[in-house]
C-alpha cells in the first residue's frame, strides 16, 4: 500500500489512544507465550508534505497501564523487579530515521528508552491507509512490529527453573495497531 493519500501540507497527527493498543509476547517458563498490552499510549506523527520517510514520530506509553489479563502479574511487572513505574512511569520512543523497505512498508528507527535506558531500535512498519471520518477528521492507520531484549532496558529480573531454563525469556516482541487523527480545524486550515 502506498501512502500518497497523506500528501498534504506538513501535517502533526494525534495517536488516537482508544483506537490504538502497543502488544508485546514474551516465552514464559520456556514452552509458553505471555501476551499483553499498554492501554496508556500518546504521541504524535509529523509527516512533512506527504512524504512519510520524512516523518517524525513522538510516542510517550504510560508503562502503569500494562495489562496482561493477570492483576498479580501486572502489579509484578509494574515493580522495580521490572518496570519500576514508580521511578519510571514512562517508556518512549522517538524517531531518529525512516527508510523504505520492502511492499510498500517502512524500516523506523530511533530511540526507545525504557527505565532510563535508551537504546536504538528498528520497527517495521505499513501504513494501513487514511480515510475521513464522519465528523470530518483525517484518520491514517498503521501497523508496526519488531523485537528488542528485554535486559538491554534493564529488565533483568528473571528466575532459574530447577529442571534448567528460566521463568521469563529475553526476547520481546512487539506489535503495535496505531491509529492517528488530524482534528477538522487542522484540515480546514
Same mark, same amino acid.
Given at each position: 500500500?502506498?501512502?500518497?493519500?497523506?500528501?498534504?501540507?506538513?501535517?502533526?497527527?494525534?495517536?488516537?489512544?482508544?483506537?490504538?493498543?502497543?502488544?508485546?509476547?514474551?516465552?514464559?517458563?520456556?514452552?509458553?507465550?505471555?501476551?499483553?498490552?499498554?492501554?496508556?499510549?500518546?504521541?504524535?506523527?509529523?509527516?512533512?508534505? %506527504? #512524504?512519510?520517510?520524512?516523518?517524525?514520530?513522538? /510516542?510517550?506509553? $504510560?508503562?502503569?497501564?500494562? =495489562?496482561?489479563?493477570?492483576? +498479580? &502479574?501486572?502489579?509484578?511487572?509494574?515493580?522495580?523487579?521490572?518496570?519500576?513505574?514508580?521511578?519510571?512511569?514512562?517508556?518512549?520512543?522517538?524517531?531518529?530515521?525512516?527508510?523504505?523497505?520492502?511492499?510498500?512498508?517502512?524500516?523506523?528507527?530511533?530511540?526507545?528508552?525504557?527505565? %532510563? #535506558?535508551?537504546?536504538?531500535?528498528?520497527?517495521? /512498519?505499513?501504513? $494501513?491507509?487514511?480515510?475521513? =471520518?464522519?465528523?470530518?477528521? +483525517? &484518520?491514517?492507520?498503521?501497523?508496526?512490529?519488531?523485537?528488542?531484549?528485554?535486559?538491554?532496558?534493564?529488565?533483568?529480573?528473571?528466575?532459574?527453573?530447577?529442571?534448567?531454563?528460566?521463568?521469563?525469556?529475553?526476547?520481546?516482541?512487539?506489535?503495535?495497531?496505531?491509529?492517528?487523527?488530524?482534528?477538522?480545524?487542522?484540515?480546514?486550515?
Amino acid at each position: 500500500m502506498t501512502t500518497t493519500v497523506l500528501s498534504t501540507p506538513t501535517a502533526t497527527w494525534q495517536i488516537d489512544p482508544a483506537h490504538t493498543h502497543a502488544d508485546f509476547a514474551v516465552k514464559h517458563l520456556m514452552i509458553s507465550t505471555v501476551r499483553g498490552q499498554f492501554t496508556d499510549i500518546q504521541g504524535t506523527v509529523s509527516i512533512p508534505e %506527504g #512524504n512519510l520517510p520524512d516523518a517524525k514520530i513522538d /510516542v510517550r506509553i $504510560n508503562v502503569a497501564s500494562i =495489562d496482561t489479563r493477570v492483576a +498479580d &502479574r501486572d502489579t509484578h511487572l509494574r515493580s522495580a523487579d521490572f518496570f519500576d513505574v514508580e521511578h519510571f512511569p514512562f517508556m518512549t520512543f522517538t524517531s531518529t530515521r525512516i527508510v523504505p523497505a520492502k511492499n510498500g512498508t517502512y524500516q523506523a528507527t530511533g530511540l526507545l528508552t525504557i527505565r %532510563g #535506558n535508551a537504546r536504538e531500535v528498528t520497527l517495521s /512498519v505499513e501504513s $494501513n491507509g487514511q480515510v475521513r =471520518d464522519p465528523w470530518g477528521n +483525517d &484518520r491514517a492507520g498503521f501497523s508496526a512490529s519488531g523485537t528488542i531484549n528485554r535486559k538491554e532496558f534493564g529488565l533483568v529480573w528473571n528466575m532459574l527453573l530447577e529442571a534448567g531454563g528460566v521463568a521469563v525469556g529475553d526476547e520481546v516482541k512487539i506489535a503495535i495497531e496505531a491509529e492517528l487523527t488530524r482534528p477538522a480545524v487542522a484540515v480546514a486550515a
